[in-house]
């Protein structure tokens, strides 16, 4: 079947179907929640779910954050291409970072491969320093382990890639949602394709062949953010991975608000290929970004200059839609509206 990489039956129309069932990951995370407040103490800033996590340390709120850049390592061995997944995992770490409002001020990498391979290492730090030096944040060190009976690959080049990061944010400049209000502008900004999230069912949906789409690497928003950070009243800062815009309710819950985005973007070519395959647009506004990689809310007073911002650094933006009273995420497609909130 066109599109459906060997093994496969019946083509994937859902995130589920395709191995990643965001119900129960959301189900998993919540007993994990449990577990980790169970170590906190008086310097942990008491919020939970949201982009970063974040300590008090010497009068400064310190960001943290982990992440990968999951199953596009597959789409990188297919084809043979590994000088851009660096970016990606920079990347997505330093935008969920500066959701909270903190400057990224330094990054560590974990690579683990199959073998012992200088050449594939040099090829993934090289996407690692290009992504760091974008984003202006150092990478301090890190970890390369070989482990020939975990990681695997037919064609020998096994590997996974991990960062974590930190950020740096005054105490009274921390951005979590809760300043938001019904009416405040949605601003989003332009993604450069897939990123890095639901790469399981963009595997399936889109013919290898066209794969080089999915290998292009995430979009980093570090300068344009900060910027806009100082020069407007940014209230809320949603970074779009997994989950996709159902993820916005991560900020929504701070300030009891809900989401209308009624002037979307046309996707871009890479996600009508994953349409055109049968995927709902429910599951394809709940699983990718659909061309906006970030959404920043203000007032809209400062939309414009917002989007100004944006466009000093070479980043598309424009307005999706506002804050609404209903704490649900609502997509408007001409009139039809589709609940993206799980």
């Given at each position: 079947?066109?599109?459906a990489?060997?093994?496969w039956?019946?083509m994937?129309?859902?995130?589920?179907?395709?191995g990643?069932?965001?119900q129960?990951?959301?189900?998993?995370?919540?007993?994990?929640?449990e577990?980790?407040?169970?170590?906190?103490?008086?310097?942990?800033?008491?919020?939970m779910?949201?982009?970063?996590?974040?300590v008090?340390?010497?009068?400064?709120?310190v960001?943290?954050?982990?992440?990968?850049?999951?199953?596009?390592?597959?789409?990188?061995?297919?084809?043979?291409?590994?000088?851009?997944?660096?970016?990606?995992?920079?990347?997505?770490?330093?935008?969920?970072?500066?959701?909270?409002?903190?400057?990224?001020?330094?990054?560590v990498?974990?690579?683990?491969i199959?073998?012992?391979?200088?050449?594939?290492?040099?090829e993934?730090?090289?996407?690692?320093?290009?992504?760091?030096?974008?984003?202006?944040?150092?990478?301090?060190?890190?970890?390369?382990?070989?482990?020939?009976?975990?990681?695997?690959?037919?064609?020998?080049?096994?590997?996974?890639?991990?960062?974590?990061c930190?950020?740096?944010?005054?105490?009274?400049k921390?951005?979590?949602?809760?300043a938001?209000?019904?009416?405040?502008?949605?601003?989003?900004?332009?993604?450069?394709?897939?990123?890095?999230?639901?790469?399981?069912?963009?595997?399936?949906?889109?013919?290898?062949?066209?794969?080089?789409?999915l290998?292009?690497?995430?979009?980093?928003?570090?300068?344009?953010?900060?910027?806009?950070?100082?020069?407007?009243?940014v209230?809320?800062?949603?970074?779009?991975?997994?989950?996709?815009?159902s993820?916005?309710?991560?900020?929504?819950?701070?300030?009891?608000?809900?989401f209308?985005?009624?002037a979307?973007?046309?996707?871009?070519?890479?996600?009508?290929?994953?349409?055109?395959?049968?995927i709902?647009?429910r599951e394809?506004?709940?699983?990718?970004n659909?061309?906006?990689?970030?959404?920043?809310?203000?007032p809209?007073?400062?939309?414009?200059?917002?989007?100004?911002?944006?466009?000093?650094?070479?980043?598309?933006?424009?307005v999706?839609?506002?804050?609404s009273?209903?704490?649900?995420?609502?997509?408007?497609?001409?009139?039809?509206?589709?609940e993206?909130?799980?």
């Open positions: 079947m066109a599109g990489s060997e093994g039956i019946v994937a129309k859902t995130y589920a179907e395709a990643v069932d965001i129960k990951v959301k189900r998993m995370q919540a007993g994990i929640n577990l980790v407040r169970s170590t906190h103490n008086e310097n942990v800033v008491p919020i779910g949201h982009y970063a996590g974040m008090e340390i010497g009068g400064k709120i960001a943290m954050h982990t992440d990968s850049v999951g199953t596009k390592v597959l789409v990188a061995q297919e084809l043979g291409k590994f000088d851009t997944v660096g970016i990606d995992c920079v990347a997505m770490n330093v935008n969920d970072i500066i959701c909270v409002g903190a400057r990224p001020v330094g990054l990498d974990y690579i683990a199959e073998k012992e391979d200088a050449s594939l290492v040099s993934l730090m090289k996407g690692l320093v290009s992504g760091a030096k974008e984003a202006e944040c150092p990478i301090l060190g890190g970890e390369t382990a070989i482990m020939p009976d975990v990681i695997k690959a037919e064609k020998g080049t096994g590997f996974d890639l991990a960062a974590s930190i950020g740096v944010v005054e105490k009274d921390v951005i979590t949602g809760e938001m209000k019904e009416g405040d502008f949605i601003v989003g900004l332009e993604s450069s394709g897939v990123h890095s999230n639901g790469l399981t069912l963009a595997r399936v949906a889109v013919e290898k062949e066209n794969w080089s789409e290998l292009t690497p995430t979009k980093i928003y570090v300068k344009p953010v900060m910027e806009m950070l100082n020069e407007i009243d209230r809320g800062i949603a970074h779009i991975t997994g989950g996709a815009f993820k916005m309710m991560r900020i929504g819950e701070y300030a009891g608000v809900g209308l985005l009624d979307m973007p046309k996707p871009p070519k890479v996600f009508r290929l994953m349409m055109e395959s049968g709902d647009d394809m506004y709940t699983t990718f659909m061309g906006i990689g970030m959404c920043v809310v203000c809209e007073a400062d939309a414009e200059k917002a989007i100004h911002i944006c466009g000093k650094y070479g980043v598309g933006a424009s999706i839609g506002e804050v009273k209903e704490q649900k995420v609502i997509l408007d497609r001409e009139g039809e509206k589709i993206l909130s799980r």
